[in-house]
C-alpha cells in the first residue's frame, strides 16, 4: 500500500522559515514526480512546487517563487519543501502528492498525503 506521509508543519511568525518533508513508500521512488499542493479554507487547491523524475527540474507557483525550495532525496524516497519568509496568505494545510513520469503540465497526482497544517501568524 502506497503511502506519502508529510511532517514538519506547524505555527511560525511572518517572516519565519519551515521546512516540509514527504516520505513516500514507493519502491521506484526515482521514476515519480512529486509535487506540494496547499488548500486554505474556502481556496481551491494550488499547486506551489513541483519537482520532475528527470533532470529533475521545478516549477513553482508564482506566489512563492524566490522563497520556496523544492528538492528530493532519491535514497530516502523523501521530498522537501523549504519554505521561508513565510507570509499570513501561506496559511494552509499542505499536500505531497507522486505522479508516475511526471515532466511537465498539470499535475495529475497518482497519490496523495493526508496533509499538514502550516499556519502563519501577522
Known amino acids: 500500500q502506497v503511502q506519502l506521509v508529510e511532517s514538519g508543519g506547524g505555527l511560525v511568525q511572518a517572516g519565519g522559515s519551515l521546512s516540509l518533508s514527504c516520505a513516500a513508500s514507493?519502491?521506484?521512488?526515482?521514476?515519480?514526480?512529486m509535487a506540494w499542493f496547499r488548500q486554505a479554507p474556502g481556496k481551491e487547491r494550488e499547486n506551489v512546487a513541483t519537482?520532475?523524475?528527470?533532470?529533475?527540474?521545478?516549477y513553482y507557483a508564482d506566489s512563492v517563487k524566490d522563497r520556496f525550495t523544492i528538492s528530493r532525496d532519491n535514497a530516502k524516497h523523501t521530498v522537501y519543501l523549504q519554505m521561508n519568509s513565510l507570509k499570513p496568505e501561506d496559511t494552509a494545510v499542505y499536500y505531497c502528492?507522486?505522479?508516475?513520469?511526471?515532466?511537465?503540465?498539470?499535475?495529475?497526482?497518482?497519490?496523495w498525503g493526508q496533509g499538514t497544517q502550516v499556519t502563519v501568524s501577522s
Open positions: 514507493l519502491p521506484t521512488f526515482s521514476t515519480y514526480g
Open positions: 502528492t507522486a505522479e508516475r513520469y511526471y515532466s511537465v503540465g498539470y499535475f495529475h497526482g497518482n497519490y
Open positions: 519537482i520532475t523524475w528527470s533532470g529533475p527540474r521545478t
